[in-house]
């Protein structure tokens, strides 16, 4: 049984010689992949690598080919990266002198930078956020009335005199509760005898 497969139209742009080892720009170019061409340019402008730069005149020319075929009208922002990828390129050898006559080897790597841009929904694993999502409302917490404003003056003047009162105060209360324990006690043999 044959299986239809449709081919997506797809816009690719490349830069050969790129002086970078492909290792470095795989790791910039998977970050694009699958993602709209906004997100991959704002993805693009705050990457702290140095391949990508060289990506983004990648992602660039890519757009400007898919907006200049007269066959195609798409516009650049409705497109997706469909693949990016960097291949191996020539490594360059050089040499460098080292102690007591030696010499040790210099590879200066250089990549090819691809990238495919096709139309429709961007096929990213990463959630994607809106650049300018609403904030949620949050519930205010309720007002809480604040104690009226006192002069400083007042408030020493009334802790001094109060100290005194509290002292008198929890001393009371302690003279209460040692009278209230045989009368408890005193009640407790009445109710005992009675029965």
């Known amino acids: 049984m044959a299986v239809a497969e449709q081919e997506r ?4 742009a490349q830069a050969r010689w790129v ?11 998977d970050l694009i992949r699958g993602r709209s061409v906004p997100e991959a340019r704002t993805i693009l402008a ?3 690598r140095a391949v990508a730069k060289d990506v983004e005149k990648v992602l660039r020319s890519a757009v400007a080919n898919a907006e200049s075929r007269p066959d195609l009208h798409w516009a650049g922002d409705d497109l997706v990266v469909a693949a990016a990828y960097a291949d191996e390129g020539p490594t360059l050898k050089r040499w460098r002198a080292r102690a007591r006559g030696r010499v040790a080897r210099i590879r200066k790597r250089t990549c090819h930078i691809t990238i495919e841009l096709a139309q429709g929904l961007a096929t990213s694993t990463a959630p994607s956020v809106p650049a300018m999502a609403a904030p ?3 519930e205010e917490p309720e007002a809480v009335e604040e104690p009226e404003t006192v002069d400083e003056a007042e ?3 009334t802790e001094t005199a109060d100290e005194p009162e509290a002292v008198g105060e929890a001393e009371e209360p302690a003279a209460e509760t040692e009278t209230d324990e045989p009368e408890a006690e005193a009640e407790t043999p009445e109710t005992e005898s009675e029965e």
């Open 9 to 12: 139209d797809t816009v690719r």
């Open 19 to 29: 002086h970078s080892s492909a290792r470095k720009a795989r790791l910039v170019t």
């Open 46 to 48: 705050f990457s702290n």
């Open 136 to 138: 949620e409302p949050v």
């Open 155 to 157: 408030v020493e003047d």
